[in-house]
């Protein structure tokens, strides 16, 4: 039987340039049962990221979510977060019922994927390009801050 332990760290990768996926994830919470929720800035390099990179995930596609060993990316990342969390404000229980199901997300996230590239061209920021980086370094940069 797979139990979620109390003090679980749910590491949740998102672009904090963006203004649509930094208020997103500064709202979600995750069940106090769950564990804690560490946000981690894709734009900063370190061990996450070298980690999504090395697994061939550009993240301007999606979102990366991790969780007890397990890498969720996109809308596999937005359904499971949606899992762990709390339902206790409107703001969580609205997402739960958008992206609490894979098909809610596999439809949803798109639009959402298309909003933040609009959003970041209208706005002037550039896109990560992490895949971009490693090809043109060979390794990705190492950092001590993060997983």
């Not at 049962?33 to 301007?60: N, S």
């Not at 019922?97 to 439809?107: D, H």
Request: charged letters at 20%.
């Amino acid at each position: 039987m797979n139990t979620i332990t109390p003090h679980e760290i749910v590491w949740l990768v998102y672009d904090d340039e963006c203004p649509v996926c930094r208020t997103y994830c500064r709202y979600t919470r995750v069940r106090e049962t769950v564990g804690e929720l560490r946000l981690v800035d894709a734009r900063q390099p370190g061990p996450l990221m070298d980690e999504i990179t090395t697994a061939g995930l550009a993240i301007d596609q999606g979102m990366v979510l991790k969780f007890k060993d397990v890498v969720y990316y996109g809308a596999d990342a937005l359904h499971m977060l949606s899992l762990l969390s709390t339902r206790s404000d409107l703001f969580n229980r609205v997402s739960f019922l958008l992206f609490g199901t894979r098909v809610g997300a596999q439809l949803l996230y798109p639009a959402g994927k298309a909003l933040r590239n609009v959003l970041l061209k209208v706005l002037g920021i550039g896109c990560i390009n992490n895949l971009d980086a490693q090809r043109a370094t060979g390794t990705p940069a190492r950092t001590a801050s993060q997983p």
